[in-house]
């Protein structure tokens, strides 16, 4: 039995208004802007206000992708949303998403993995539209990382910003859009970075809440690291699978984390940096959500043609990487006006 193909049919994302400039920060933290420009890349960053929540930005992203495809809410039969910080424990936020989209009937869930988590919500989708169970699947990736910074560690608060972004997914021609993917899992080191309380290891108190125990907590150097090493091997093992080279993939659409990492895998793979965008100086890192911002800001300019190779290279909190490789099939948007707020 063959698979028909899957393919990215409509892109979109929503930042927030509000920017947080790293000369604010000088005024929060002992920090400075040459100190975390020449670390991470990061400029600026945007602020969700305090009456928003995570379904809020996602609502805007998936909107926004849904007009893209051309498609009604009622004709999405799944949802997907990428995030740690939803609106609640429980429900899904992609339940309140279903809702507030007007999705008809349509099921979903939320998929749990930091950085990496559209790279799997992109594999999920993939596989749900190839398969035919569904025909149009919506994967949304969505942070409100603001909200669990500890704005006490210098290291880490300027880092995050906010964000949401999605794509809808919908079927192709076998042998076309979705070409391949590799996921690793290094679960020995989660401790790495993660949010200590709140879960049932350990309930969050009054004194994890003292010791910003809610918040997140990141061993920078180490994760660094492990990225530096893990970014070049899944980036290898998605472009063999897909039955592809490096110099036959056009564009690399890489989790905003740190821009050495990702120049440092253009020279290796010899891809030009023009083609690996870089969008953390700009928003900071969004977790998930900084992958389909990138796509959806490259994508707008008009720059990704029919018939390339995108690349989306996911890596973090788990530990974990993941890869996803896709022929493009869409058309460049009719007003190409740049990035869409």
Request: hydrophobic share 40%.
């Amino acid at each position: 039995m063959s698979l028909r193909g899957a393919a990215i049919l409509g892109v979109g994302s929503y930042l927030p208004e509000h920017v947080l400039t790293n000369a604010d920060l000088e005024q929060m933290v002992d920090t400075t802007d040459e100190w975390i420009v020449s670390h991470t890349g990061i400029r600026e960053r945007r602020v969700m206000t305090d009456d928003q929540a995570t379904s809020d930005l996602a609502y805007e992203a998936a909107t926004r992708a849904i007009k893209d495809a051309g498609l009604s809410h009622e004709e999405i039969d799944f949802i997907i949303v990428s995030t740690f910080t939803g609106d609640y424990l429980l429900p899904a936020t992609a339940n309140l998403l279903q809702a507030r989209l007007g999705c008809g009937e349509a099921s979903g869930f939320d998929l749990l993995s930091g950085c990496t988590g559209f790279v799997l919500g992109l594999v999920t989708g993939s596989s749900l539209v190839q398969s035919g169970i569904f025909d149009h699947v919506l994967v949304v990736a969505a942070e409100s990382l603001t909200r669990v910074t500890n704005w006490d560690d210098r290291s880490t608060c300027v880092l995050f910003g906010d964000g949401a972004g999605a794509v809808v997914l919908g079927p192709t021609k076998e042998g076309h859009g979705f070409l391949g993917a590799e996921t690793i899992g290094q679960g020995e080191w989660a401790h790495l970075l993660m949010i200590p309380a709140g879960g049932s290891r350990k309930p969050l108190d009054e004194e994890a809440l003292r010791a910003h125990e809610d918040k997140l907590s990141m061993a920078g150097h180490d994760v660094y690291k492990l990225s530096v090493r893990g970014v070049p091997l899944v980036c290898e093992r998605t472009i063999a699978k897909a039955g592809l080279t490096a110099h036959e993939v056009e564009w690399v659409i890489m989790h905003q984390a740190n821009k050495r990492i990702m120049d440092a895998a253009a020279k290796r793979f010899g891809w030009s940096p023009d083609h690996v965008p870089v969008t953390i100086d700009k928003y900071g890192n969004i977790s998930a959500a900084s992958m389909p911002v990138t796509l959806d800001d490259v994508y707008r300019q008009g720059k990704i043609l029919p018939g390339e190779h995108v690349l989306f290279i996911g890596f973090g909190a788990g530990f974990a990487l993941g890869g996803a490789l896709f022929e493009w099939t869409k058309p460049a948007p009719a007003q190409c006006d740049g990035h869409a707020l």
